[in-house]
């Protein structure tokens, strides 16, 4: 709950609103799509892999696509397999190399 300042109902209407137009959110406002809800999802690998796979016959890395990957992606976010922890699974050909780039010091690679 925001404790109202100093200032009528109609003034704290006005505020909001010239926010909104300049692309501020006020950080005291807490909205229920900000933070959706993560749900129970199990991803079983007898139905994901075959799809791993089909990726190879579907997209081709390139200059566009630099890597073929399917997130795991929780069906209550918007990204991301939860709040803290992003999942892919990449699948790499024979003769295929994906140009090197940099990840925090807690990225996890199972190879």
């Keep these: 709950m925001v404790t109202q300042g100093k200032v009528s109902p109609e ?3 006005r ?9 501020l959110a006020p950080g005291w406002l807490r909205r229920g799509e900000e933070h959706p809800e993560v749900v129970p999802f199990l ?3 007898s139905e994901v892999e075959p799809l791993v796979m089909r990726s190879g016959e579907v997209v081709t890395p390139d200059r566009d696509v630099q890597r073929r990957v ?3 992606a929780n069906p209550g976010l918007a990204h991301g397999t939860t709040h803290t922890i992003s999942t892919a699974l990449q699948l790499l050909l024979p ?3 994906a140009p090197a780039h940099r990840h925090t010091p807690t990225a996890i690679r199972w190879v």
């Design 11 to 13: 003034e704290m209407q």
């Design 15 to 23: 505020f909001y609103e010239t926010t909104e137009e300049l692309g």
């Design 43 to 45: 991803w079983k690998w």
């Design 70 to 72: 399917l997130r795991l």
């Design 95 to 97: 003769g295929e190399c």
